[in-house]
C-alpha cells in the first residue's frame, strides 16, 4: 500500500520559516517525481514544487525564491523549506508522488499518481 505522510506544518508569523516533510512508503521512491501542491480555502489546488529524479527542480513563480525543494532518497523522504512566509502562503499543502517518465509534466496536478493527506500551513499578517 502507497502512503504519503506529509508533516511540519503550523501557524507561524509573516516572515518566518517552516519546512515540511513527506515520507513515502510502498513504492519505489527513488524512481519518482515528487511534487508539492497547495490549495487555499475556495481555490484550486496550485502546484508549489518538484525534483525529479535526478534533482532537477522546478518552482512556481511566486515561490521561486522563497521555497527549496529536496529529496532524500536514503530516507524515502522529499521536503519542503519555505522561507519569507507570506499571508497568502496559507493553504493545505500536498506532497505527489509519480514514476518519472521521459515526457510528463511536473507541474500538473493530474500527472501525479499518489497524494497526501496534506498539512496546513497558516501565515498570519
Known amino acids: 500500500q502507497v502512503q504519503l505522510v506529509e508533516s511540519g506544518g503550523g501557524l507561524v508569523q509573516a516572515g518566518d520559516s517552516l519546512r515540511l516533510s513527506c515520507v513515502v512508503s510502498?513504492?519505489?521512491?527513488?524512481?519518482?517525481?515528487m511534487g508539492w501542491f497547495r490549495q487555499a480555502p475556495g481555490k484550486e489546488r496550485e502546484f508549489v514544487a518538484a525534483?525529479?529524479?535526478?534533482?532537477?527542480?522546478y518552482y512556481a513563480d511566486d515561490v521561486k525564491a522563497r521555497f527549496t525543494i529536496f529529496r532524500d532518497n536514503a530516507r524515502n523522504t522529499v521536503a519542503l523549506q519555505m522561507n519569507s512566509l507570506k499571508p497568502e502562503d496559507t493553504a493545505v499543502y500536498y506532497c505527489?508522488?509519480?514514476?518519472?517518465?521521459?515526457?510528463?509534466?511536473?507541474?500538473?496536478?493530474?500527472?501525479?499518481?499518489?497524494w497526501g493527506q496534506g498539512t496546513q500551513v497558516t501565515v498570519s499578517s
Open positions: 505527489a508522488s509519480v514514476l518519472e517518465r521521459i515526457i510528463m509534466s511536473p507541474m500538473t496536478a493530474r500527472t501525479y499518481d499518489y
Open positions: 510502498g513504492r519505489s521512491f527513488s524512481n519518482d517525481v
Open positions: 525534483i525529479r529524479r535526478n534533482g532537477f527542480t
